[in-house]
């Protein structure tokens, strides 16, 4: 016995209206294509499915079995087909992001807002770790977008995306004299009280090579491993400190401003993805984000050349 999918459709359509002439519109067939479908497919199951009382079609015990296990199959499909259509359209899923605490705690953050605030059906997760945390993550297949500082080393299965450079900032109190220059010079730091990232931070070490070849030496106050810390002890009044834009704008520390530095201090972030399957549309759409904010909030910050 082999069943035609076309016979069960318009079988369904029958039991559904009533009617082979309602049923053959809604298919958008003749009604002689109906009875014909219907005809042979009591054949194939040598069964008469329907018998008629004038114009009306009365569906049989065998026909009313048969239906409810054909229309069991015909909702699973249109289930598969709604899922389909909101995976294309980006209204479920899951969208699981990881991120270095500088950006997760910052602009990953009002990414994941606006992303969630677009997407409310879609379940997102961040997970903010340290970014060797995040690759193995990513190799792993765990996450679908991450946010890493790259350290150096191979890391096979992993696709990578650089983001342009943005340039450290120097954060104060807003009554601090730095605040009313427009551009903070390496030199104003000099025997001022430094708030300091940890010494094996690549942007700190950046921050110190560039300090030490204009002989500038500040007075190391307190070193943190997070810049949040850092700009949460400069709102305390322990010092100033130089650290990464993102932290310096999205910090909710009272009292503070920065200013940009006149020397280019290179903070560079990277995107990472699993490299051995295609990206989801999630994590494009996620990555758009993510890309808007960066250039609608940061572009001026960012070195010319880079672009």
Do not use: W
């Not at 329907?50 to 289930?79: C, H, M, S, T």
């Not at 730095?178 to 009280?193: F, I």
Request: proline content about 5%; aromatic content about 6%; overall charge neutral.
């Amino acid at each position: 016995m082999k069943l035609n999918p076309r016979q069960l459709e318009a079988f369904r359509a029958v039991m559904l209206t009533g009617s082979m002439t309602i049923a053959a519109e809604a298919l958008q067939v003749s009604q002689p294509a109906i009875s014909r479908l219907i005809r042979d497919l009591e054949m194939v199951l040598s069964l008469r499915l329907f018998r008629r009382e004038g114009n009306r079609l009365i569906p049989g015990a065998e026909a009313q079995v048969l239906y409810a296990e054909v229309d069991k199959f015909y909702q699973g499909i249109e289930r598969i087909e709604r899922v389909a259509e909101d995976l294309v359209t980006l209204r479920t899923g899951t969208l699981r992001i990881s991120s270095m605490s500088t950006l997760g705690l910052s602009v990953v953050a009002e990414g994941v807002c606006r992303f969630a605030r677009k997407h409310p059906e879609v379940r997102t997760s961040l997970d903010v770790r340290n970014s060797v945390g995040i690759l193995e993550l990513t190799s792993a297949n765990q996450i679908d977008i991450g946010f890493v500082q790259i350290p150096s080393g191979e890391y096979p299965g992993i696709q990578v995306i650089n983001l342009p450079p943005i340039s450290a900032v120097c954060v104060m109190p807003a009554n601090d004299m730095l605040a009313t220059k427009d551009v903070v010079t390496l030199e104003d730091l000099h025997g001022r009280r430094l708030i300091t990232l940890n010494a094996n931070n690549p942007l700190q070490r950046r921050i110190t090579s560039a300090m030490e070849a204009r002989g500038v030496a500040g007075v190391s106050s307190v070193e943190t491993t997070a810049a949040h810390s850092a700009c949460g002890m400069v709102s305390g009044g322990l010092g100033i400190t130089v650290c990464d834009p993102f932290t310096a704008s999205y910090s909710k520390y009272p009292g503070l401003t920065f200013r940009p530095l006149d020397q280019d201090i290179p903070f560079e972030v990277s995107m990472v993805f699993p490299g051995h399957q295609q990206r989801s549309k999630l994590a494009s759409d996620f990555m758009q984000v993510m890309e808007g904010i960066f250039r609608s909030e940061f572009i001026s910050m960012i070195p010319r050349e880079a672009y």
